[in-house]
């Protein structure tokens, strides 16, 4: 209890300052693109002002959520290189890149070189940290967020790092906690970063079914950042747990105005189906689908989103599955598991299903998609009790009422178990 007031106390005191936009129209990587391009003029044979270029392109690519900045990123990081092959600060922007087109592996792999020439680099281990949880690597990325915050106590990267983890733990009081403490220690000018930390706080409090401090905290972001993606994709979704479908269509259209991504058009198919927009949907979804596609054998992929519509909107469990094995041969991290188990659900391969599902719980995530198959998936193994269990769980944490209905369904088919005790 007293955590959270002490969380409360902080929020409080974030929302009063926070929506002081930063009056310079270019945002914080526009500016460092325009410091390096001048650096390189006055200095084309120095491997710094490249390597600054194309760690601001990599930033830019953040903001805007337009991968082609990465491509440029690419071009400038190879002359780094080439004018310094060896240098340390041009090869971790080499792994940033690497990062941001959710290389994962590779990412990996080149940070593990670069901490064994350098084991107290803090950014390496931020490397580490997050190319492992996206690989599903947890326990080695715990390890690396705690080199990272062993050697440097409250950096700033170390906090968000730890923040994220929490969260994947299950502990959302003590994600809030670092979040706050990282906001604090953002300089005021870097407003994508700061809007950033206020959306992560906002999808967490939406998760813990305080909506209105959600809300809040969006707002106060897209004043610090217009138009951030992140804060209205996430704004989208508090306008669904207010039953505002509308709105809700209206936030993800104007996400999609400037650079529309696979994730997000699925996202805008869902909220019109959401709000009765059948016809509308079904266009969308197909735009989603095609888009989708595209992408499918490249490391930055919507394969997730591609099961999820497969499985439960176009009613191919065969192409769901396919998509989600391959998805699975890349990466075994909880989101991915979940997803590769509702495809084996979906095609009516129920153990094999659980069995991925186990995995996916097992490191402590509180989702209520997680819960809500799982819940499904026991239910068809007639493993009664523990579906009830996992089934309300999911309705309980389920803010967004998408599982709820289903969910409610199945429990009243479980009724007369619904109150017995769970068997392993």
Known sequence: ?????????????????????FTDQL????????????????????????SDLAMALARRARETSDAAYYARAEEALKKAL????????????????????????????????????????????????????????????????????DIRPGNLAGLTRGAYLRELMGDLEGSLELMTQAYQETPPAETEDRAWILTQMAHVQLSSGRVDA?????????????????????????????????????????????????????????????????????????????????????????????????????????????????????????????????ALYVSGQFAEAQKQMDHALAYGTRNPKFFFHAGAIASKLNQGPKAALLLNQAVALDVLADYTPLARKILAALAPMNTASVTQ
């Open 214 to 342: 959600a809300d809040k905290l969006l707002k106060a972001a897209l004043v610090l950042y217009p138009d951030y993606h992140y804060a209205l994709e996430n704004l989208a979704q508090v306008r669904t747990a207010q039953k505002k479908y509308v709105e809700a269509v209206d936030l993800l259209r104007r996400r999609n105005q400037s650079v529309p991504q696979p994730e997000s058009l699925y996202a805008l198919a869902e909220a019109l189906e959401r709000d009765g927009q059948a016809q509308d949907a079904k266009a969308a979804f197909l735009e989603f689908e095609a888009k989708a596609r595209t992408q499918m054998g490249i490391a930055d992929n919507a394969n997730r989103e591609l099961v999820f519509y497969y499985a439960d909107h176009a009613h191919n469990p065969e192409e769901a599955l396919r998509i989600a094995t391959m998805e699975f041969s890349r990466r075994h991290d909880a989101f991915t598991l979940d997803a590769f188990a509702w």
């Open 27 to 50: 945002s914080p990587a526009e500016r460092k693109i325009a410091a390096a391009e001048n650096a390189i003029r006055k200095n084309p044979n120095k491997a710094e002002p490249y």
């Open 1 to 21: 209890m007293k955590r959270s007031l002490i969380v409360a106390a902080s929020l409080l005191f974030i929302l009063c300052f926070a929506e002081v936009a």
């Open 82 to 149: 080439e004018l310094s092959p060896q240098n340390l600060a041009v090869q971790k922007v080499g792994v940033w890149i690497l990062l941001g087109k959710h290389e994962f592996a590779q990412a990996r792999q080149q940070a593990e070189i670069l901490n064994r020439r350098m084991p107290d680099d803090v950014q390496v281990y931020g490397f580490l940290t997050d190319a492992n949880i996206e690989l599903g690597n947890y326990a080695d990325a715990e390890k690396a967020a705690q080199w990272m915050l």
